[in-house]
């Protein structure tokens, strides 16, 4: 089945303890993407990625960081977690050649809770 | 500047009935439109998107959506409500041709259909 996997679905940590939010896609996809859900804002973009080794801050960057080292995998790492980050996360990715109307597909979310 | 507006947070509906949630965007140059629905404790998943052509657009679960260019909106249709169509709402839009242009959501809208 095709799809977006994110690990772990849930998260409750404290301030200053690194973490890192995994996201693996199956698709062959060349665009990845993780964005936060807050109520009221919609999704914002934090990261996103076209390709392998290339990356680039979306929106609200701050406080994250990203690799991606294999076109499958793009992790999301918060190095020293505070209170404000507290939040629903999502990955997705789609394919990224030719054309600004591919699909996202996205994972099921990350709830984040920092104390 | 690109931006997305859903003006109503909350769109309440009887089953049976029409229903409209509202749409409206800001961006220099065509755009490329879409809807996401996010059940709860899911990802969000494609709707329908509008890239060229009938303004008039088709897609899953009996969806459709209407592209208005001079009124800038995009607003998501269906001719009779089901109970399982309560949900949240996402509009997108994306301005330019290449993938690595920016995608912005707006805030949601969450549907509730009453039996």
């Known amino acids: 089945e095709a799809q977006v996997t994110q690990n772990p679905r849930y998260l409750i940590t404290v301030t200053g303890k690194k973490l890192t939010v995994t996201c693996s896609q199956n698709m062959n996809h060349e665009y990845m993407s993780w964005y936060r859900q807050d109520p009221g804002l919609g999704l914002r973009q934090i990261y996103y990625s076209m390709n392998v080794e290339v990356t680039d801050k979306g929106d609200v960057p701050e406080g994250y960081k990203v690799s991606r080292k294999e076109k499958r995998n793009f992790p999301l790492i918060l190095e020293s977690p505070s209170p404000n980050q507290t939040s629903l996360y999502f990955c997705a990715s789609s394919l990224a050649r030719d054309s600004g109307a591919n699909v996202l597909t996205f994972g099921a979310g990350s709830r984040l809770t920092v104390l | 500047a690109q931006s997305v507006a859903q003006p109503e947070d909350q769109v309440n509906v009887a089953e049976g009935n029409p229903l409209t949630v509202k749409c409206t965007y800001s961006?220099?140059?065509?755009?490329?439109l879409f809807w996401y629905v996010q059940y709860p404790n899911r990802g969000l998943q494609f709707l329908l998107k509008?890239?060229?052509?009938?303004?008039l657009v088709k897609g899953s679960y009996g969806f459709e959506a209407e592209f208005n260019k001079s009124q800038t909106s995009f607003h998501l249709k269906k001719p009779s409500a089901l109970v399982s169509d309560s949900a949240l709402y996402f509009c997108a839009v994306r301005a330019g041709y290449s993938s690595a242009s920016k995608i912005i959501f707006g805030s949601g809208t969450r549907l509730s259909i009453r039996p």
């Open positions: 509008y890239i060229t052509g009938d303004n």
């Open positions: 961006v220099s140059g065509n755009p490329y």
